[in-house]
């Protein structure tokens, strides 16, 4: 009996670690979160972000170049994992993304992935959750407003959240 009772314990402080590691990381992040600031594709394909808000360490932000068709993303584009890294992430922060084609950086935290981005009708949108289904999509942008497939349920908006760089 007494057994059970430490594993019952156990099992329900891993259960709480699980419960307060979901909340405190990306899940929380909203839409206009974060901004794209550049995007360039040459030979060092790359992108800037700015934070609107802090991001508290450990947060997890996915990126794409796949267009959105209204439900997910297409499976015909590279995607990037961005992690933040051990500590908070002020409001205001410039995040630059660079060499995505051959050697990926990051300003701050790490990336995973590689991503090239075409001189025309592409767009990179940031997220959270899966791959391919996102939980939000926090900003996108685009080179060509073709780019970015649709807009519907993105709840983003031309123009400010989802930016046109020509």
């Known amino acids: ?3 059970l009772k430490i594993v019952s314990v156990l099992a329900v402080l891993v259960l709480s670690l699980v419960v307060i590691e979901m909340k405190s990381n990306a899940h929380s992040l909203k839409v206009g979160d974060i ?3 550049s995007m360039k594709s040459t030979t060092s394909d790359g992108f800037s ?3 609107a808000v802090k991001l508290p360490p450990r947060t997890k932000i996915r990126f794409t170049d796949s267009e959105w068709n209204g ?3 297409g499976f015909d584009e590279s995607d990037i ?3 933040t890294g051990n500590d908070t992430i002020n409001a205001n922060s410039e995040i630059k993304f660079t060499n995505l084609n051959s050697t990926p950086s990051v300003s701050i935290g790490s ?3 590689s991503m090239r ?3 025309k009708e592409d767009a990179i949108f940031a997220y959270t959750g899966n791959e391919r289904t996102p939980m939000k999509i926090l900003a996108a942008c685009a080179n060509d407003e073709f780019g970015f497939g649709t807009l519907i349920n993105t709840s983003l908006t031309k123009g400010t959240t989802a930016l046109l760089f020509q």
């Open 81 to 83: 994992l961005w992690e």
């Open 49 to 51: 972000i700015t934070t």
């Open 71 to 73: 439900n997910h993303f």
């Open 117 to 119: 981005i075409s001189k």
């Open 1 to 3: 009996m007494k057994e």
């Open 111 to 113: 990336v995973y992935g």
């Open 35 to 37: 901004s794209f600031t």
